[in-house]
């Protein structure tokens, strides 16, 4: 009996021992195609050996020191690294352990700023529904998934949600997507101007990952976004920790959009999960106005600029700049998006094929002409997950884009570095495992359930 408190008491999962590449392998000697790096995590793939070389140099050489004693050289290199890659305003770099502490620290940030500027009125945060921005009470708080919050409702502060920009379910008959971008960011501005001069941060994903399923915004609803925070005085921050860092074919995927955020968050990908580690990029403005204030940011975490985790996400982005992998993921992303749409552009039961990059998603609906999704009671998105990993698939199904509750799709993000033919099984045994889920949706419980 596991003595481990998992994340489901009722599943029992294999044990993963070794993996190489795209793949995984579990103790019976299973190999498990990798299509979603986890939960886009592993973007490189695993046992990159430069990386696994990098964290093992840094470990003989120091592995921890308190950030409130020392700064360490991987942490000064990274920040280094990361600010010159960076949109200019963006100067400053904080490392913590992973998302959901990046989007604490920057809500957080985002108050203390407006305090030592003498604007200690500023305290709300607007999100948009359906969004994720970490598990974390704060996180969890601006986070727009009513199906994850719902549980610890009571523990949440308040925060003020909007719609999504989310064309799929959002735009009316006959509208544009110009029209329907400018409708749905002049929601932020009309929450902005409901409480004047309360309103701290803006915070938005600018591809939605784990709850829509790579969703991505029409063009200029983010330009306008930014037009409206810069107006009321009020910060955007942009959590890129799924989307960001290469994901969607740009180091930042706020640069397809033509906008720089105050704040910048990230993670899975900063360090392709060879170590625990998640990112702030701060605008100078910010660093300077506390530098100038009190001096000292009010915060902190234990693991904060932890040694071995700079040294791989340096090693990590080292990687990618030499191997060329931007450009592999443009390639590949192309070459994923027009698999896709080969294999499931006529499937009676997927509404949409979205996303950038290799960052990429399909929604399964009930009725295509409605759009209607599949009753909660059928958990397609789990039936799915389970048919994959029988078919020896890792893939990422989510649930409630369209209230929080309903609404079922796949996300797929496989590594940087992924080929021509892995792209080419992905897709077929993603084909196998949503056919698979849907077929036995329609069998007897019994049958369902199994032996």
Known sequence: MSRVFGRDARSALPTAVSADGIYIYDATGKRYLDASGGAAVSCLGHGHPLVREAIKRQVDRLAYAHTSFFTNEPQEQLAEELTKHAPAALSRAMFVSG??????????????????????????????????????????????????????????????????????????????????????????????????????????????????????????????VREICDRHGVLLILDEVMCGMGRTGTLHACEQEGVAPDILLMAKGLGAGYQPIGALLVAEKIYQAIAAGSGAFNHGHTYMGHAVGCAAALAVQHVIRSENLLENVQRQGGRLDSALRERFAAHPHVGDIRGRGLLQAIELVQDRATREPFPIGDELHAQIKRQAMMEGLICYPGRGGVDGERGDHVLVAPPFNVTDAEIDAIVAALGCAIDGAISARRAPASARRGP
């Open 99 to 224: 998302g959901s502490e990046a989007t604490e620290s920057a809500l957080k940030l985002a108050r203390q700023y407006h305090v030592e500027r003498g604007q200690p009125e500023r305290r709300h945060v607007i999100s948009r529904r359906s969004s994720y921005h970490g598990n974390t009470l704060g996180a969890l708080s601006v986070s727009g998934h009513h199906g994850r919050r719902k549980t610890f409702l009571p523990l949440l502060h308040d925060a003020i949600h909007i719609s999504p920009c989310y064309s799929y379910r959002g735009k009316r008959p006959g509208e544009s997507d110009a029209q329907y971008g400018l409708r749905v960011a002049d929601e932020l501005e009309a929450a902005i101007q409901a409480g004047p001069s309360s309103v701290a941060a803006f915070i938005a994903e600018p591809v939605v990952g784990a709850t829509l399923g790579a969703v991505a915004a029409v063009p200029g609803y983010f330009k306008r």
